[in-house]
């Protein structure tokens, strides 16, 4: 028996391999309905994940996972993108877009209210503020303790 030209044994194989990445090899029998929030997120992005395809869209990737699980996530990412995968990441997370992210658009009121690599971004004050978007922690805590951040780069 094959599926999309891959034998059983192969389809198997990436099968328990993706399991195994996303922590969800103990629940290779349970319906995808009985796992938490967290489960559920990794499991959709590990389909997502079968072949490599041209173009990955994530909608809060991030959300309901543990730094762990989300740096696993984010090195399973930046291959893909290393390959030549592009990645679209939909999200509120201020952090992942610093880390992760060089270019960036804020939709705020419907439109495109910056566009622009993410650093650029944190100097936007009150494009920030009006779009309820707060710095990333790197920036915020460093503020909150009275120090002063360099943002060339």
Not at 28 to 34: G, I, V, Y
Not at 113 to 142: C, V
Request: aromatic share 10%; net charge negative.
């Amino acid at each position: 028996m094959t599926l999309n030209g891959y034998s059983e044994d192969v389809i198997k194989e990436r099968t328990e391999q993706l399991l195994h990445n996303f922590q969800l090899s103990a629940h290779k029998w349970s319906n995808p309905f009985s796992l938490s929030g967290g489960q559920k997120r990794r499991l959709s992005v590990a389909t997502m994940l079968d072949e490599t395809p041209d173009l990955l869209l994530f909608d809060e990737p991030t959300f309901g996972q543990d730094a762990q699980t989300t740096d696993e996530l984010m090195t399973i990412v930046k291959n893909l993108q290393a390959k030549g995968t592009s990645i679209v990441f939909v999200t509120h997370d201020m952090n992942l877009v610093d880390l992760y992210c060089d270019q960036v658009y804020v939709i705020n009121d419907q439109q495109v209210a910056y566009e622009g690599h993410p650093h650029q971004l944190w100097k936007q004050d009150a494009l920030l503020e009006q779009a309820r978007l707060r710095l990333p922690d790197r920036l915020r805590y460093g503020q909150e303790v009275g120090e002063t951040y360099d943002l060339v780069y």
